[in-house]
């Protein structure tokens, strides 16, 4: 059964730091999502993505935070300076072309800024 | 701007028993998707159950089923047979089907749900 891959599935980094968070979708999926839970709290979304182009972003993704489809295959999100309230687990998710489709989720990265 | 509503931060049941987990929500629109997901110690979102709300009929899934009360904006997910396996966190989450608009998933704060043996 094809599924959402993530990696890697714990970073660990210094505050102010770069770091790359890398997503391969369900192969003939056009819609692609990041989504972030800080731990125990709820999910919330960050941004999605059809086109190769955002079509929406929250307030959370701010200037700190990019996404890119460098390849065809790999979705990722960047996030340019980390802060120590970057710390969550995030989540990439993808889905087919019909709107009625529903969204598959990776397992997650957890991402933890030190 | 939508909102979904958990009002149950943990619940428990005993295994074989059925346990009823709330959700409600509040939207302007009429046509929307809804969803349980299901959140284990492993952290993944695993998609138990949707609804559509042009649809009367709740969805079942085996073991797992709704109650849907659209002019109530209530969503309730009922596990029958409770197994040791369906302990985790529960999120309710909310998308929009109008096309132009929206279709991020809006999620509630979650239910731990515990089940003994």
């Known amino acids: 059964e094809p599924e959402v891959t993530q990696t890697p599935s714990h970073q660990v980094t210094q505050m102010g730091q770069e770091v790359i968070l890398r997503c391969v979708p369900i192969s003939n999926h056009l819609y692609f999502y990041w989504y972030r839970q800080i731990l125990g709290q709820k999910v919330e979304f960050l941004v999605s993505f059809y086109n190769n182009e955002i079509s929406e972003k929250s307030e959370i993704f701010d200037d700190q935070f990019s996404v890119e489809r460098p390849d065809g295959s790999n979705f990722t999100l960047k996030i340019r300076s980390t802060k120590l309230e970057d710390s969550a687990m995030y989540f990439c998710?993808?889905?087919?072309?019909?709107?009625?489709?529903?969204?598959?989720f990776g397992p997650g990265t957890r991402l933890t800024v030190l | 701007a939508q909102t979904v509503t958990q009002s149950q931060p943990e619940m428990s049941v005993q295994e074989a028993e059925t346990v009823t987990l709330s959700c409600t929500y509040d939207t302007s629109e009429s046509d929307y998707y809804l969803f349980w997901y299901k959140q284990p110690p492993s952290r993944q979102m695993i998609l138990v159950i949707r609804q559509e709300a042009y649809k009367q009929q709740n969805a079942t899934e085996n073991r797992f089923s709704v109650n849907f009360q659209k002019a109530a904006k209530s969503f309730s997910l009922k596990i029958s047979d409770s197994q040791l396996g369906d302990a985790a966190m529960y999120f309710c989450a909310y998308r929009s089907a109008v096309t132009y608009n929206t279709d991020k998933l809006i999620f509630g704060t979650g239910t731990r749900l515990q089940v003994f043996p």
């Open positions: 998710a993808s889905r087919g072309l019909a709107v009625y489709n529903e969204q598959f």
